[in-house]
Each structure stands twice: as C-alpha cells, then as structure tokens.
C-alpha cells in the first residue's frame, strides 16, 4: 500500500470517529459542556456530574447535578411552553425557589432569600441570595425561550462560567 492510502483511511477513520463521539454526546462532556433540556451550559473545570436520584427527568423539567470538593451546582430546566413560569413583572404571579407570590418582597419573605434583577452574560434574570443555614446560597433563574431555568450553588464566581460556551 502506498502512503498516500493509508493517509487517506486514517484521515477518514478520525473523521467517522469525530462524527459518532459527536453525535453520542461524548465531545461535550470532554470539553464540559452539557446540554440539559435543551440548554447548553459550560461546567467549570474539576465539576463532575453526580449520578444521584436528583438527576434526570421529571414531570415537565431536566435537573442535574454537580460538585467539585464540597462545592456544588443545580441546575433544573422547565418546558415552560404554557408561559405558566414567570420572571417579576407587576401583576404576575411568580415562583421563586419553591414561593409563589405576586410580588418580589414577598416572595423575599417568604423564603428568606433577597432577590433582585440582575443580568449575567446576557441573560436577564433574578439572583437570589439565601439567607437560612444549610442551604445553598445563591440561585439565579430567568427565561431562555420557552424554558425556565433555575440555577442554585454554593460558590457565586462559578455563576458566570456556567454561559462561557455562549
């Protein structure tokens, strides 16, 4: 055989290698990113998924799980296909880390969480900071189409690697 053939199968041998380890998912988990629901993330270097009874699909949302030493990430995204999810806008009723108020000082109250409007790379939401112990501190959710996402961690300078692959 001559060289140029063999180059020519190992060229085609990565290419249809590339394509299926692309297709199967595995290239996302190499580069950490991970699609839940339909949404992409960018888990941050040394997070691993945690294969617990939280992951998976539920009744009308996809949540996983990660942690890294005693540091942890949740992400759950809705279908929200019924607009029945909502960020605070007067007159809308609104669900916040489990509280379903009409107003966001009440949903403050409610849940001893202290939120307000913020943007992360580019996407308008609502941070909340937790104020009870034993619970994880920051979550930040907002609309991303028809899909509702609810991000909770204990380590707030994570947050923004979560959009890097945006």
Do not use: C
């Not at 996302?28 to 998976?56: A, R, W």
């Not at 929200?80 to 999810?85: A, E, G, I, P, V």
């Not at 308008?124 to 009870?132: A, E, P, T």
């Not at 991000?151 to 890097?164: A, C, G, M, Y």
């Amino acid at each position: 055989m001559n060289k140029k053939l063999i180059a020519i199968l190992v060229l085609a041998l990565l290419i249809v290698g590339g394509v299926y380890l692309y297709s199967a998912g595995m290239l996302n988990s190499l580069f950490g990113i991970s699609e839940i629901n339909g949404v992409v993330f960018k888990i941050p270097e040394g997070y691993s998924e945690n294969n617990t009874d939280s992951n998976g699909i539920h009744d009308g949302y996809v949540s996983k799980r990660f942690s890294n030493n005693g540091s942890h990430i949740s992400i759950d995204v809705y279908n929200n296909t019924n607009n029945s999810k909502k960020l605070p806008d007067k007159g809308n009723v609104l669900l916040l880390g489990g509280a379903i108020s009409s107003d966001i000082s009440s949903a403050n109250i409610i849940d001893n969480i202290t939120w307000e409007e913020k943007e992360i790379s580019g996407h308008k939401g609502m941070f909340g900071v937790q104020h009870l112990q034993n619970r994880v501190p920051y979550q930040f959710v907002y609309l991303d189409g028809d899909k509702y996402v609810s991000i909770s961690l204990n380590n707030q300078s994570v947050l923004e690697k979560l959009f890097d692959n945006k």
